[in-house]
């Protein structure tokens, strides 16, 4: 079956210092979304990609496809405490919207 | 957010139970979603309808069973469960249809104790 893995499963960051985490699927995906889950909350939607190769930002985010369509990354340029939280990537490998979610990495970040 | 409503937010039943979770989705979406969420495994995909039909049942076990009247509402039936079922039980929607991928809107939970 599809498996979805992430890495690291735990960050410890500085205020300040970047992060990044990484998301690897056994199978090529139709597309790859990052969701964001506040401790003692629940998934909330960042944002999807669906080209090989594609790069989007969002602020101090960046979010990147792999070419293959197999791997993808977040990367989170000088944390703030605000940034607290599990992110996740789910991939769709059929494209009926059936998302496999990743094992998350939880970021902690240190005023 | 109020779009994804779920009740009852905590729940704490017996093995011989019988109770029932309930979603509701305020979105005007046509995909509905049961997750469950525990904490050794990652989010794991229940059932999946789409136009009130289901389209996945992701090997889960039968006494778990899911209902969805209509494209807004959602259930998920337990009964006789056992301790391992304890989880956050997670709803979400999104638009449906294939050939495309849409964002999916999760509600707050369910947290569920099996005693």
């Known amino acids: 079956g599809q498996q979805v893995m992430q890495i690291p499963q735990y960050q410890h960051v500085q205020e300040g210092e970047d992060f990044t985490t990484y998301c690897n699927s056994s199978t090529t995906l139709s597309n790859i979304q990052w969701y964001k889950q506040r401790p003692g909350g629940h998934p909330v939607f960042l944002i999807q990609?669906?080209?090989?190769?594609e790069v989007k930002k969002q602020k101090r985010l960046t979010f990147q496809f792999g070419e293959a369509k197999k791997n993808s990354s977040l990367h989170i340029t000088a944390t703030q405490t605000t940034d607290v939280g599990t992110y996740f990537c789910?991939?769709?490998?059929?494209?009926?919207?059936?998302?496999?979610f990743g094992t998350g990495t939880r970021l902690t970040v240190i005023p | 957010e109020t779009g994804v409503t779920q009740t009852p937010r905590h729940l704490v039943m017996g093995m011989t139970n019988k109770k029932s979770l309930k979603c509701e989705q305020h979105l005007g979406h046509n995909a509905m979603y049961w997750y469950k969420q525990s904490a050794k495994k990652p989010l794991e995909l229940m059932f999946v309808?789409?136009?009130?039909?289901?389209?996945e049942n992701n090997s889960v076990p039968s006494r778990f069973s899911p209902e969805c009247p209509n494209s807004s509402h959602l259930f998920l039936h337990l009964h006789t469960l056992q301790p391992e079922d304890s989880a956050l039980y997670l709803c979400?929607?999104?638009?449906?249809?294939?050939?495309?991928?849409?964002?999916?809107?999760f509600g707050p939970g369910t947290r569920l104790t099996v005693t």
């Open positions: 990609l669906v080209k090989s190769g």
């Open positions: 979400a929607s999104s638009h449906a249809g294939t050939g495309g991928a849409y964002e999916q809107y």
């Open positions: 789910a991939g769709d490998q059929t494209g009926a919207n059936n998302l496999f």
């Open positions: 309808y789409n136009f009130k039909e289901q389209t």
